[in-house]
């Protein structure tokens, strides 16, 4: 393949991350929780909306993870990556911009559109995940999908950094209130993800396979697939191990994510200031993410990988000491520089452990792994706040031990992941590829 088109496939993948990116920043963690709250669930107490908009995030969460496997594996049977992925991309689109014909007070058919777009974001990143060894040698997999992550900060930092102005001053855009700035967001997320999903729909190359498979043929051999996966990964002990570790240290990220917000709240920052936070994460996730990259190629992905969790783990005993505004923002700048790295490398060193024949199957998997984090997390605040209580701390003494506890998944991530080596994994994807 020639350098210019091995640069321009390898653009037009990234830039599916700056196209769907704008989904997670404004509709799942900027407005929708809030305009859920105020607007869809118009005259019902905070309790309840809260439980509305927990189980809809649950129901997305579980249908998508117990999914992934199976789509992946059916995705590699018929060579169908793209396909699925434009299918989800797609799915994502028309359900976001639905959002916005959503009238005062009608929360089921809210919860139902943000279900189905959560789905469309979730299943169009299995694939899009998928074609990483497809479009970057091996050699250069840390720097590429650093790079998607990176444009997918900066991207969806710029449209969420619109859709702000646009609820802030409505009139500028010739809206009559905030609310309709709301909704008028939702439609350009929409367009947004579509028109830069175009360019990897164009220019990325699925591996063609000469003996396609049609649809149903393709189910019966995914599903018979995952089932021999499931046997394969107690003998392929690297991907095992790895998805371990994986599993308790991005569940320590997510929670401290969302854990930095409830913070935020807590110490009495208003709306504002917690976009304004939002933004800060995102557009130092930008240079940070790609800075990875670059740092992930220098000095080795498993040392890079070492590195953001041993920040992370600063950061937790950190916030379980933050007093004021200043250092919540402090808190968001230093989460910006790991968050985007920690996320990108892991990506790139599954790829290079996992068969790329198989890539969506497995990726499927990693994906489940992912949407069943920020379990534990919870759990721990939850279980070491009421043990601290219970020995007779303050409640205010109590919280903070409880959050501080989040540092022992990135301990024990930490530990497992040191015993995860990549040369024998790949020798075990090797053996596994040339099998098949």
Not at 71 to 82: F, H, S
Not at 154 to 165: D, E, K, S, Y
Request: glycine fraction near 12%.
């Amino acid at each position: 393949m020639k350098t210019d088109a091995m640069s321009r496939t390898t653009i037009s993948w990234a830039l599916y991350d700056w196209a769907n990116s704008a989904y997670a920043t404004t509709v799942m963690a900027g407005f929708f929780p809030v305009f859920f709250k105020q607007f869809f669930c118009f005259g019902t107490d905070a309790v309840t909306s809260t439980a509305r908009l927990g189980f809809a995030n649950a129901v997305a969460g579980v249908v998508i993870a117990l999914c992934a496997p199976v789509l992946g594996a059916i995705a590699d049977r018929g060579a169908a990556k793209k396909k699925f992925l434009a299918f989800f991309m797609f799915l994502g689109v028309v359900m976001t911009c639905s959002l916005a014909l959503v009238a005062q007070g009608q929360w089921v058919l809210g919860v139902f559109l943000y279900i189905m777009g959560t789905i469309g974001f979730s299943g169009g990143n299995i694939f899009y995940d998928s074609l990483l060894p497809f479009v970057a040698p091996e050699h250069r997999f840390d720097l590429v999908s650093a790079l998607g992550f990176s444009l997918g900060y900066v991207g969806g930092g710029l449209l969420f950094a619109v859709n702000i102005v646009m609820i802030l001053k409505p009139a500028v855009f010739g809206l009559a209130t905030p609310s309709e700035g709301v909704q008028w967001s939702f439609v350009t997320v929409g367009i947004w993800w579509f028109l830069f999903s175009i360019p990897l729909l164009l220019f990325v190359k699925e591996p063609y396979k000469k003996k396609g498979k049609p649809v149903g043929a393709a189910v019966r051999e995914g599903f018979e697939q995952l089932r021999g996966t499931f046997r394969e990964i107690r003998h392929l002990k690297m991907i095992g191990i790895f998805l371990g570790a994986y599993w308790l240290y991005i569940d320590g990220v997510d929670t401290i994510i969302r854990m930095a917000v409830d913070y935020g709240m807590s110490i009495g920052l208003e709306p504002t200031d917690l976009l304004k936070a939002l933004l800060i994460t995102q557009f130092i996730g930008f240079p940070a993410a790609l800075g990875f990259g670059f740092l992930g190629e220098r000095i080795g992905t498993k040392r890079a990988i070492f590195l953001a969790i041993a920040v992370y783990l600063f950061v937790t005993i950190w916030a379980a000491t933050m007093n004021d505004k200043r250092e919540f923002y402090l808190l968001a700048m230093t989460v910006g520089l790991v968050q985007g790295g920690i996320q990108a490398l892991s990506r790139s060193f599954y790829a290079r452990i996992i068969p790329a024949n198989r890539s969506a199957e497995y990726f499927g998997f990693y994906n489940m792994v992912g949407k069943f984090s920020v379990v534990l997390g919870p759990l721990l605040i939850g279980a070491m706040a009421v043990l601290a209580q219970s020995m007779g701390y303050a409640g205010h003494m109590a919280s903070r031990i409880g959050i501080a506890a989040v540092a022992l998944l990135f301990i024990a991530g930490g530990v497992l992941f040191f015993f995860v080596d990549e040369e024998r994994g790949k020798r075990e994807a090797g053996y596994l590829s040339n099998g098949i």
